[in-house]
């Protein structure tokens, strides 16, 4: 079992920066990925960002290219997503989640585990 909890988050005015991290403990050795997700009030899940552990290869949806970035310390078994040029619309509680094995990283049902979630709350 892999345990995963998160920090960060809070409150910022619109085109302020914040940074989240999550913290992996327990199996890490065999996670092939770490996703990053979303979940604004009466919307559903969706997908911001992953990374692979191995080669670090990163994906993003096309409405945070350019301002958000997920990188990995594999030493620490450590994800980081740093979010810059924040807008209101970027309100959610946000969500790191893991998966064993390869496969799509773009859909919440294929993550094995996932953390406790933390707000992010943009101002305008």
């Known amino acids: 079992q892999v345990q995963l909890v998160e920090s960060g988050g809070g409150l910022v005015q619109a085109g302020g920066s914040l940074r989240l991290s999550c913290a992996a403990s327990?199996?890490?050795?065999?996670?092939?990925?770490m996703g990053w997700f979303r979940q604004a009030p009466g919307k559903e899940r969706e997908f911001v960002a992953a990374?692979?552990?191995?080669?670090?290869?990163?994906y993003y949806t096309e409405s945070v290219k350019g301002r958000f970035t997920i990188s990995g310390d594999n030493a620490k078994n450590t994800v980081y997503r740093q979010m810059n040029s924040l807008k209101p619309e970027d309100t959610a509680v946000y969500y790191c989640?893991?998966?064993?094995?390869?496969?799509?990283?773009?859909?919440?049902?294929?993550?094995?585990?996932w953390g406790q979630g933390t707000q992010v709350t943009v101002s305008s």
């Open positions: 989640a893991g998966r064993y094995y390869s496969g799509s990283l773009y859909s919440s049902k294929e993550y094995d585990y």
């Open positions: 327990g199996r890490t050795f065999s996670s092939y990925a």
């Open positions: 990374i692979t552990w191995s080669g670090g290869r990163t």
